[in-house]
Structures are given as C-alpha cells and as structure tokens.
C-alpha cells in the first residue's frame, strides 16, 4: 500500500513496516505513508535512521507541552523494538529526540550477517516484482543534424543522449522489467560508436537478430508499406468528402472537371496536421506536454517518397512489436532527444500515434536532455570540443599524470595504451551521467590538478583497482601458506566489525543500493500523460564516488591484511567479506554504466 512503486527492496519493505506501526497508533498520518521520509541519519555513531516529526503532524513544542503525544510515541517506540525482530532488519535501539523525532539503530551484527551474506551470493536478487510493472520502449533521438553551425555540440549532445538511453536501459534489465532501446547504429557518429562500442554493438546484433535494419529500404517492404498505404486511404478519403461538399456547393462541375481534379490528388504530396492528433486525442500541450508550435508536416511526396518522420514511424512500430510483453498491459514509450532534435522527436512520435494503435494504446514520455558545453585552452581549433579530442585530452591528461608519478618508467605498450583510454572513456562518462539530466554538463578541458580526484570516473576505477589488488595480494599469501582461505559466510564472526566506518560502507552503500538504482527511473512507474517525468541518471555516477571516497578513508586508515595471528584471523575474513561485497556493489553500478572495471592501475 505504501511502496511507490510495482518493485520493491528489503530496504523498502522494511521502511514500510515501520511506517506501517505509525499509521497503526495514528489517525492523521501527514506525511508518514511516503518511505522516503525515513532518512538516514548523517552521525551513524547516533542513530542510523530518523523519522522526524512532520511524520506525525508534531511540533518540538507540541511534544514537550503534550503529554499524550509523548505518551503515544513512546508506545511507537515499543512496538517498533517488539515487531523489527520480524523484519528484513531488527531494530536494537528506538529513541525519542525531542527536536529531530524517533532515532533508530539497527541490529548491526544481525545486519552484518543478512547483507554480506545475500551480496555474496552467486546471483543476489535485490528486487522483488510486487504487482504489473509496464514495459518500457526506450527511443533515443537519431542523427545529427548535418546542417547544424556547431557540428562538435551536436556530437556531443549526441553522446549524451546515446550514454542516458544506455544507462536507463541496463537499469531496467537489472531490475527485471522488460524494455526495448530504440537507436540505429549506422545513425551514430562513428566517435561515439567506438566511445559506447559495447553497448552499441549489443543493440545492434539484437536488431539483427529481430531482421530489423537500420535502412528505409528494408522497412520500406514491411510496416513502412502498410503505413503509406494507410496514409494514402486516409487522404483519399479526405479527398472524397472534400469534394461531395464542393460538389454540392458547385453542381455545374463537369465530369471531365472532377477527373482532372482526382488526377492532380493522387500527385499532390500528403501532410498531416499534428495539431489535430493532439485535439482529436485529447493529449496535454505546454508544461510538460507537447510542444505548442507542432503543425503540418508533410509524410509523402508527390513521388510518394516517405518523409524522414515517416521513416522512423516504421522503426519505431517494428521495434515496439519486438518488445516482449503480455497484451492489455500498455507499454511506457519514453522519448529521449537532445535539445535540437526535439521538435522532430515529438513530430515523430504525434505521426506514429496517429498510424499505430500500439503507439497510441501507449503512455508517452518525452525527455530533452540538457545541452553539453566545453572549456577548452585553444578555443582557435574547429577540432576542439568534439569527442575525439576530449578523449585525446583525457588520455594525454593521464599520461602526464602516470610521468609525474613514474617518471621515465612511464610506459606507452598496448596494455598501457588501452588502460588509459579505458580510464578516459570512464572519465568522459561520469562528466555527461552526473549531471542531472535536464543541467548543462559542463566538461572542463582545461589543466588539472593530477591528483587522484581529479576526474571523479578515474578515481572510482581506482579504488576498484585497490581492492582487485588487495584480493590478489591474499590470494597469493594464502597459497603461501601466509593466511588461511576464506571460509564460508556463515562462519565468519562479523562481531569483529566494530568500526563506524565500516558500518557506514554496509548501511550507507551497500543496504541502500538497491533503491538507489531504482530511484534512477524516478517517478516512471506512477506517471501519467502530460505530467513531468522525473527520471535521475546521475545518481549512480555520484553513488559510486561518494562510496569511494569513504571507501578510500577506510581503506587508508585501516590495514587490512595484517599479522597473520591467530587472534586476528577473524578480523581479517570478516573485513575481506565486507570489502568483497563492496567490491560487488561497485561491479554492479560499472556495469549499469558500461565502464570495464580496471583490476590494476
């Protein structure tokens, strides 16, 4: 009842259970039906959770002058204790502050147990499907605009673009809703196909898989065919009302008159006024709706050649009738384009609505990401701001940075090569997925600092590197005979993990990650048409360097493979678990971002 959407979390469930004891105990709930009011607390060595106390419609002053409302939460507070040992997680500590509400403490080594012992699992399932979750067709705008003044802005909105669709996409496949991306390959500049080659590549063999090709020759023989027929009934049809009124308003046309006159229809060109589609399908302008200056668009010639919009109609219907999905459930078709080509996306949507019962059966969201703009040294370059020389700044960028580090050990080989253009593709995503998507992003290209932070995407793959290094390190000493192997979860006393920083790392990262991927699709499970649509694919990127800069303190200040003493055995298995189920976490996010983890740097 209280879960905002159709897939829910341990996290989630267990925040609804605890909002369920206030709603039990309280008749005018406020706000205490929505989850999220239950926030994690900034001091964990206080409380892990807070619920404040807008959740029980109180005031600091309230509380301290009304004795029944004390009375009332105290009895929440008991049988939140009571009830958690039911829960996905136990409560060991509920208390009631008097200015922030009810601070919570969860059952640390409990919590221990049941999360690293999930997340190192062979195949953790971190959502559970509650009820119908509607497919979502995923359309990503197509080329570029060829007579664009900026050429290099276009490309790099079309990165944009191209990164966000990708990202939404994986998030959808590993939450287990089914979803289709829409953007043919041979439509993306031949920079930005070796930037997201992987990603690219796997749509494209699906397409080919599903004898979709990216060309208006071949769709012309199938759903391209059945569109310009239907085109041509539907103006013949119009042609022939038109003149049964002008016939009536003018009787002395003569036969040969109205023969000429069918003649010159069948060689006029067809337009569709958008304007209708949306009156005559009662859709939302403005705001959050469609464009206000949609009009005529002409969808064949007078050679009946099919228009560019007619075209991408028909890839969008073929495409939508691969998508796997049970009938009477309608799909979410979210359209994604760059701020140049939006207008034509919703040109190209408004005409497949008027063609396509699918489509119209279907809930439209559209989505202009915000623009990408550069600061570059030689502004006097045409080369400058596009991909390719971003990337090439990158990598020079890290090159300089690996010589000041080594000196003249610094290595151009194949292998080195490769990492640093891996590490500079990792950079220029995490620059474009952090930014929220409707902001510029704003890629600096001007000299940095070479530290480690520098680059937010490098510094995340290099704290996968350390701990890829530190599992090496004690693999290698165990075949020493230095430490014994890991033994199985369930024997490792995680009693041991005593420290707020290692606290911080489960609770604060590895419990809320999850929900943090699911909260990247926003509100698109509850949104209706003409309302705005709240997607966040940049909470990954900043999850991920925000885990790495605590993971990088942690990792700093506490050694973990110490002496192998007997009395530190324990310590050190119940830290290598909690590290290897970071290690997963952070996987999980690379891998939802389509950046290839480095296991040394």
């Excluded at 399932?125 to 705008?141: D, G, H, K, L, N």
């Excluded at 668009?297 to 049970?326: D, N, W």
């Excluded at 497949?352 to 202009?368: D, F, G, K, Q």
Aim: net charge neutral.
């Amino acid at each position: 009842m209280m879960a905002t959407r159709p897939i829910t979390t341990e996290c989630l469930q267990w925040r609804c259970k605890l909002l369920q004891v206030i709603i039990n105990y309280i008749t005018e709930q406020g706000d205490s039906r929505n989850p999220n009011m239950i926030r994690l607390h900034r001091d964990i060595s206080v409380a892990d959770f807070t619920l404040p106390l807008k959740c029980f419609n109180l005031t600091p002053s309230l509380v301290s002058k009304a004795e029944d409302d004390r009375n009332k939460l105290e009895d929440i507070l008991e049988t939140i204790s009571t009830s958690s040992q039911h829960w996905p997680f136990k409560v060991s500590d509920a208390k009631l502050h008097p200015e922030n509400g009810i601070l919570l403490k969860l059952d640390r080594l409990d919590t221990f147990k049941k999360i690293i012992t999930k997340y190192t699992s062979q195949n953790p399932e971190y959502f559970s499907i509650i009820e119908t979750v509607r497919p979502i067709f995923i359309s990503a705008a197509s080329g570029r605009k060829r007579d664009s003044k900026n050429p290099n802005l276009e490309e790099r909105n079309q990165l944009r673009c191209q990164m966000v669709t990708h990202h939404l996409k994986a998030v959808c496949q590993f939450m287990g809703i089914k979803v289709k991306h829409l953007t043919m390959p041979d439509e993306v500049s031949p920079t930005i196909y070796n930037l997201t080659e992987e990603s690219v590549k796997k749509n494209r063999e699906s397409f080919e898989n599903n004898s979709l090709v990216a060309s208006s020759k071949s769709l012309s023989n199938n759903v391209l065919e059945t569109f310009v027929k239907q085109l041509e009934k539907d103006s013949e049809l119009r042609s022939g009302k038109q003149r049964e009124a002008e016939d009536g308003d003018e009787s002395k046309l003569s036969e040969g008159t109205d023969a000429n006159s069918r003649k010159k229809q069948k060689t006029t060109s067809i337009s569709l006024n958008l304007k209708d589609v949306i009156l005559e399908q009662n859709l939302a302008t403005g705001g959050h709706g469609y464009l206000s200056n949609l009009g005529e668009i002409e969808v064949l010639t007078e050679e009946r050649s099919p228009s560019r919009q007619l075209i991408e109609c028909a890839k969008l219907e073929f495409g939508l009738k691969t998508l796997e999905r049970e009938k009477d459930i309608p799909v979410m078709a979210l359209h994604i384009s760059t701020p140049s080509q939006s207008h034509h996306q919703q040109s190209v949507e408004l005409l497949w609505r008027s063609l396509s019962e699918s489509a119209r059966n279907s809930v439209p969201l559209h989505i202009t990401i915000g623009p990408v703009s550069v600061t570059a040294v030689t502004a006097n370059s045409t080369e400058v701001g596009s991909v390719a020389s971003i990337i090439a700044s990158y990598e020079s960028e890290l090159r300089e940075a690996s010589a000041v580090k080594y000196g003249d050990e610094v290595q151009d080989n194949e292998d080195e090569i490769k990492k640093r253009r891996t590490l500079a593709k990792a950079a220029i995503k995490f620059d474009i997925l952090s930014t929220a998507l409707g902001s510029t992003v704003k890629i600096d290209m001007s000299p940095k600092d070479l530290n480690a932070e520098s680059r937010p995407g490098v510094f995340v793959l290099y704290n996968y590197a350390r701990l890829s290094t530190l599992f090496k390190k004690f693999d290698h000493q165990v075949e020493a005979g230095i430490y014994p192997p890991l033994p199985p979860v369930e024997e490792v006393s995680f009693s041991c993990l005593r420290e707020n920083e290692e606290w911080k790392l489960l609770l604060h990262y590895v419990m809320q990650f999850p929900d943090l991927v699911a909260e990247t699709l926003g509100n698109i499970f509850t949104i209706t048409q003409g309302s705005r649509c709240n997607l966040y694919p940049n909470k990954v990127c900043r999850f991920l360097y925000s885990l790495s800069r605590d993971l990088s303190v942690y990792y700093s200040r506490t050694h973990i493979l110490v002496e192998p003493r007997p009395h530190l055995i324990p310590i050190i298995h119940a830290r290598l678990y909690l590290l290897k189920t970071v290690m997963r976490v952070m996987e999980d996010a690379l891998r939802l971002l389509d950046i290839e983890p480095l296991h040394q740097m």
